[in-house]
């Protein structure tokens, strides 16, 4: 019972993290410390599908699967839980540079956008020269 309880937690942990990478970037817009935590995360997650690497996540559920006495599975845990209903073919290399290429853009909108925003404010609140 104990292994299935981690096995869970480490799944719940992986979709978290996931999420957290994709969208992170909108946390920035209110705690200025989140980009800390998110650029690298973004920066892993990109590596990850765009190198083909399995998280380190995927074996540790696994393991813990094993050990509970349920089924493992191939492959990661975006193709065998979130892609597997949207694409019944399952997780191609093309989807996997699109899913980097959405994570990139979308932070890296977000981030640009925040970047703008405070050098407006720190030039709004300049004190005058002379």
Same mark, same amino acid.
């Given at each position: 019972m ?9 799944l719940?942990? *992986?979709?978290?993290?996931?999420l957290?990478? /994709?969208l992170?970037g909108l946390?920035a817009?209110?705690w ?6 998110q650029?690298?995360?973004? /920066?892993?997650?990109a590596?990850? #599908?765009?190198s083909?690497?399995?998280?380190p996540?995927t074996?540790? #559920? @696994?393991h813990?699967?094993?050990?509970a ?6 492959g990661?845990?975006?193709? *065998?839980? !979130?892609?597997? /209903?949207?694409y019944?073919?399952? !997780?191609?290399?093309?989807i996997?540079?699109? !899913?980097?290429?959405?994570v990139l853009?979308? @932070?890296?909108?977000v981030?640009?956008?925040l ?5 407006? *404010?720190?030039?709004? @609140?300049?004190?005058?020269f002379?």
């Open positions: 104990f292994a299935l309880l981690v096995a869970d937690a480490v719940m942990f *992986h979709l978290a993290f996931i957290f990478v /994709a992170g946390l817009l209110k200025r410390w989140i980009p800390w935590l650029l690298p995360a973004v /920066a892993w997650g590596f990850v #599908e765009i083909g690497h399995a998280c996540l074996p540790m #559920e @696994n813990f699967r094993l050990a006495g349920q089924a493992t599975y191939q990661d845990c975006i193709g *065998h839980y !979130l892609l597997a /209903a949207i019944p073919d399952g !997780l191609t290399r093309s996997q540079f699109v !899913l980097a290429a959405l853009l979308v @932070n890296g909108s981030y640009a956008w970047v703008r925003r405070r050098a407006r *404010h720190k030039q709004r @609140n300049r004190p005058p002379g």
